[in-house]
């Protein structure tokens, strides 16, 4: 009896221990895009200040990344103001610049904003606009596109941020990586007129580095104010609308692993009420 006993709960330990692992490779988490968020604007704040109300209440979110152009315009005041909002957030958050987000000679350039992150939030651990988190077994990426020096509305993925992306891709080649940034390098549909403003500069260079991995799951982008997904060698190309475009909405993404099968990604776009009492 005591045998059969100790090989049941063997067997259910087994099983407990199946469980966790299975649940460890679920995982949700939101999208929020081009904020543009001004302190001189009481509206903007009122809309970000509904979205992170929203957020804190949608249940089992891991954390949540804006997605560039967090701000209206590259000042620190502006910055201060985003951060007083969004430091109300009971999940981690996460950072991508966009090309509203930075200017060198206005006192905004990528260090700068990142030292202003940390000011405002001591838990802020990032330095550099190209970075990695890693939840439970997936691996995440931020990558920079914006640019500092003479700004503009078309992203460029330097050289040196292409080849940490190689180097990521590499180092992780087992993991399943989702990548976040502003500039897509899978253009929506339906923005064809906008692209001799909006464009990425030499997407295929970016391109090249994605042809030689097979574990990037998902591209997450915002940057055309609009909302896409499709599916180009295997890899799911996310764009997202503005937070504060009308209706006001952020996105939702959950992704599920099943034994035996890839990973399967469900967005849901999320609309939320403003209201006036925050």
Known sequence: MKKLLSVVIIFMC?????CIKASAENIKFVQVADVHLSAESDYSQKVLENAVEDI?????????????????????????????IVRKLKVPYYIALGNHDVYKSKDMSKIRYFEILRERNIFYRQR???????????VFLIVDGAKEVIPGSIGYYREDTLAWLDKMLT???????????????????????????????????????????????????????????????????????SLIGLPQSYKIIDI???RDFSPIIYTQLREFPIKDNL
Not at 59 to 80: K, M
């Open 14 to 18: 087994l099983v407990a221990t199946s």
């Open 56 to 84: 804190n209440n949608q249940p089992n979110v891991e954390f949540v990344v804006f997605t560039g152009d967090n701000i209206n315009n590259p000042t620190p005041e502006n910055l201060r103001c985003f951060v007083k």
């Open 171 to 241: 180092k992780y080649k087992r993991k399943d990586v989702v990548i976040f940034q502003h500039f897509p390098v899978e253009y929506p549909e339906g923005v064809e007129s906008s692209l001799k403003t909006h464009k990425t500069y030499k997407v295929e260079n970016y391109n090249e580095i994605l042809a030689q991995h097979k574990n990037v799951l998902a591209i997450v982008t915002g940057h055309f104010h609009t909302n896409s997904e499709t599916m180009k060698d295997g890899i799911y190309h996310i764009s997202s609308p």
């Open 256 to 258: 599920i692993t099943t």
């Open 128 to 138: 550099t606009p190209n970075y990695k988190f890693k939840k439970k077994n997936f």
